[in-house]
């Protein structure tokens, strides 16, 4: 069975730093094309960033460039996502994602595995 785990979300003041792991077991991964989401409050998930498990082609929503850097450990399995420069609209629960197949995408129901979010708050 898949299992996503994310970790790493808190409470953080505006411009400050977090960094999001997203521990990955259940199969191999090598394939598939990992990504991170968000959802705020009353609005729909969105695409954050992505990355290609096998080439580390990494793609980013336009609202995140330049902030926020979506890294793999391959020996971890683990997915990672650093954020700084953190504005109070960061402010959702992340979603870590898996899609079998190498493809990007920034369409939800891409995706077949998901994690159960972990909470980033950002103050002003």
């Known amino acids: 069975q898949v299992q996503l785990v994310e970790s790493g979300g808190g409470l953080v003041q505006a411009g400050g730093s977090l960094r999001l792991s997203c521990a990955a077991s259940g199969r191999t991964f090598s394939n598939n094309f990992m990504a991170w989401f968000r959802q705020a409050p009353g609005k729909e998930r969105e695409f954050v960033a992505g990355?290609?498990?096998?080439?580390?082609?990494?793609y980013y929503a336009d609202s995140v460039k330049g902030r926020l850097t979506i890294s793999r450990d391959n020996a971890k399995n683990t997915v990672y996502l650093q954020m700084t420069s953190l504005k109070p609209e960061d402010t959702a629960v992340y979603f870590c994602?898996?899609?079998?197949?190498?493809?990007?995408?920034?369409?939800?129901?891409?995706?077949?595995?998901w994690g159960q979010g972990t909470r980033v708050t950002v103050s002003s």
């Open positions: 994602a898996a899609r079998v197949g190498h493809w990007y995408s920034v369409r939800r129901p891409d995706y077949d595995y």
């Open positions: 990355i290609s498990w096998r080439s580390g082609n990494t």
